[in-house]
């Protein structure tokens, strides 16, 4: 099978469909809770989790956001397009691939509570890993509603409809 296919990787990987968009697999979830933490989390928390994630140019990651920080590590494929709309409404990106020349990095930080939606723009796939502390619980995860959130970033709607899926 062709390593340059994002189906190999899939495959490979045993990746499932994630809600947001793209393929996962959870690779890690520590042992160890965390029993104080922020009131923003409802109960304890894990130290650290980690996933495969893997987009490809038919299956974009719409907008969500997490109540916890998260790394994208550069594993394999081409490059992707993170966007982000912090909670003041201030829109930004980021490029994660190998490409140093063209400004992408092999890690992006996700900062918790940005709204932020992912795209391929390079090649046809890209795989990466993504590690969230404390760790993700799918409780922590808000998929964005289109109504809401252009309601709420007017001036991002267009960008914000590309990216949502109702």
């Given at each position: ?95 994660i691939g190998a490409d140093f020349e063209n400004e992408e990095t092999l890690q992006v930080v996700i ?33 964005a509603e289109r109504i809401d959130l252009s309601a709420n970033y007017p001036k991002h709607a267009d ?8």
């Amino acid at each position: 099978m062709n390593k340059a296919k994002a189906q190999y990787w899939i495959d490979k990987l045993e990746l499932v469909e994630h809600p947001e968009g793209g393929y996962y697999k959870e690779t890690y979830r520590s042992n160890e809770p965390i029993k104080v933490l922020p009131n923003r989390y409802d109960g304890e928390r894990r130290f650290g989790t980690s996933i495969y994630f893997l987009l490809t140019t038919e299956s974009v990651s719409n907008f969500h956001r997490l109540k916890s920080d998260e790394i994208w590590h550069f594993h394999q494929g081409g490059a992707a397009k993170i966007h982000f709309i912090s909670e003041e409404g201030d829109y930004s990106f980021k490029m994660i691939g190998a490409d140093f020349e063209n400004e992408e990095t092999l890690q992006v930080v996700i900062p918790r509570n940005t709204w932020f939606a992912a795209e391929v723009i390079k090649i046809d796939f890209i795989l990466v890993g993504c590690t969230v502390a404390p760790g993700f619980e799918f409780q922590d995860f808000e998929l964005a509603e289109r109504i809401d959130l252009s309601a709420n970033y007017p001036k991002h709607a267009d960008l914000i409809k590309q990216f949502t899926r109702n």
